[in-house]
């Protein structure tokens, strides 16, 4: 990959290939905003290249060797492989090439407070939850989240201060491109399994992570997180620790959840009691993310009543356990959740709401993460009363035939589970139709695009 830098093609046309994905139409904004000439091209229209389009980008739909003319610099995602055709005409005209992450960690070396949100759980939600804080604070953040938050209106913002706030993600080790003054590191988990060998591999990328961190920066993580704890002791930087059940820095105390899983507690700080909070989304995870955001903003300098204030106005981000509304008595509710451990929390979240029955339609992410995380996701339904699996979402990724949602459904039935396989979401939809009763939630769950599923629901009548 050629040594390159972003600054080096001011006023020049950059090329995006895969422009409609979340972080890439937000760096697109971003480049557009300071003046570059942007183009792009993705598989299929989306509200999103709708939108960059409307700001001034050009967009294909498709890839073709030709959309790369006239393009001084090319961007790709870790998705994008060696034998696109973009990438293949952008090395037989030898424009450079750079991926998303490098893009990514050269915008933000221009902000002296960058802050990059890692973990394998909880990344948006928490990078919201910061994003709201600052702008509540009224420090004009430039803001990448990969979702859409909607006190931004939509997946990216850029402000003209020197605070930049984004998601680090550990697929690839893209977040090694990054240039963090704080590093949130919420918790270490097995995920990405296609790529990474192991935990002790997973480990060892997060610590090179949080050793990016100046000596004057600060790494904040969970301190009730084994992994995040045994890195907080050996970095070099200042250390923010927070947690619920052990010793922390940040602490909260006296949680209570009211009958739609939001929590209220006590927070203290070294020991000290300094104020209530009130959250307006559920589940202890969000708890969590939310002491995690406080520690980031109280270093910041943030003062805790406007921590406090704002955190009380965060109303979530879409397709974040997202209300999608109400068919007749039954709630609909959809979330990003794709990991045996976010099945669990968000699971255990809705099992909170009033409710008569909870049905849960899973899509599982990718072949290689239900191959390696099986018997996780075997014993992950626990609290759902019905569960329904779709077809695997391939993602990146090609069927190599090795696993099967027949053979989650047919482990999951062994257990004593009620569960199911259908093929298409009209045979799905059509199902539930027929089948849940007033008092029931339907929750659709995964990171591809079971949220239509909820979309046929609602676009109907009982």
């Known amino acids: 990959m050629q040594t390159v830098h972003i600054d080096d093609f ?30 792009g091209s993705d598989l299929k ?69 960058s802050i990059g949100v890692s973990g394998s759980h ?24 990969g979702g859409e938050l909607d006190v931004i209106g939509g997946n990216v913002r850029t402000g003209s201060s020197p605070y930049f706030i984004t998601e680090a993600c550990e697929y690839v080790e893209s977040f090694l491109h990054f240039k963090p003054y704080i590093a949130i590191i919420l918790n270490i988990d097995a995920d990405h399994l296609d790529y990474f060998k192991d935990i002790d591999h997973i480990y060892q990328a997060f610590s090179k992570f949080a050793h990016l961190v100046p000596q004057n920066g600060y790494a904040v993580g969970c301190a009730d997180d084994p ?11 200042n250390t923010i620790s927070y947690g619920i059940n052990g010793p922390s820095d940040w602490k909260a105390c006296d949680i209570h959840y009211n009958s739609q899983g939001t929590a209220s507690f006590k927070a203290y700080y070294k020991g000290e009691y300094v104020g209530n909070m009130s959250l307006s989304i559920p589940g202890k995870h969000n708890v969590y993310n939310a002491l995690a955001a406080t520690a980031a903003a109280y270093a910041l300098g943030i003062p805790f009543e406007v921590i406090k204030e704002a955190l009380t106005t965060y109303r979530g981000t879409h397709r974040r356990l997202e209300f999608k509304g109400k068919m007749g008595d039954v709630t609909i509710l959809d979330d990003y959740a794709h990991h045996p451990t976010e099945i669990k929390a968000t699971l255990e ?37 019905r569960l329904i699996i779709t077809d695997i979402y ?20 062994q257990t004593g589970q009620p569960c199911m396989y259908m093929q298409t979401f009209e045979e799905i939809a059509n199902y539930l139709k027929e089948n849940i009763s007033p008092g029931d939630i339907v929750l659709t769950m995964g990171a591809g695009d079971v949220y239509r599923i909820g979309d046929m629901l609602l676009n109907t009548t009982v």
């Open 122 to 145: 909880g990344k948006t939600t928490t990078t919201s939850m910061l994003s709201t804080i600052l702008l509540h604070a009224n420090l004009d953040p430039t803001i990448l989240v």
């Open 45 to 113: 229209e989306s509200h999103i290249t709708q939108r960059l389009s409307g700001k001034g980008a050009r967009v294909f739909i498709g890839h073709h060797p030709s959309n790369v003319q006239g393009a001084r610099l090319v961007v790709h995602t870790a998705a994008v492989k060696a034998d696109n055709p973009e990438i293949q005409e952008a090395h037989k005209r030898n424009i450079p090439v750079i991926d998303r992450a490098t893009l990514l960690g050269q915008i933000m070396e221009a902000y002296p407070y």
């Open 394 to 413: 391939a993602a990146r990724e090609k069927d190599t035939g090795e696993v099967h949602s027949r053979d989650l459904v047919q482990a999951i039935l």
């Open 349 to 385: 979240t809705v099992k909170n709401y009033p409710h008569n029955r909870i049905w849960c339609v899973f899509q599982p992410h990718t072949y290689t993460r239900t191959k390696k995380l099986f018997n996780e996701f075997v014993h992950a339904f626990k609290q759902a009363d």
């Open 10 to 39: 001011k006023g020049c046309q950059v090329h995006f290939v895969g422009i409609g994905g979340i972080s890439m139409s937000g760096l697109a904004e971003i480049l557009l905003r300071r003046g570059y000439i942007v183009t």
């Open 227 to 237: 992994l995040v704890a045994k890195l907080l002791s050996e970095v070099k930087c």
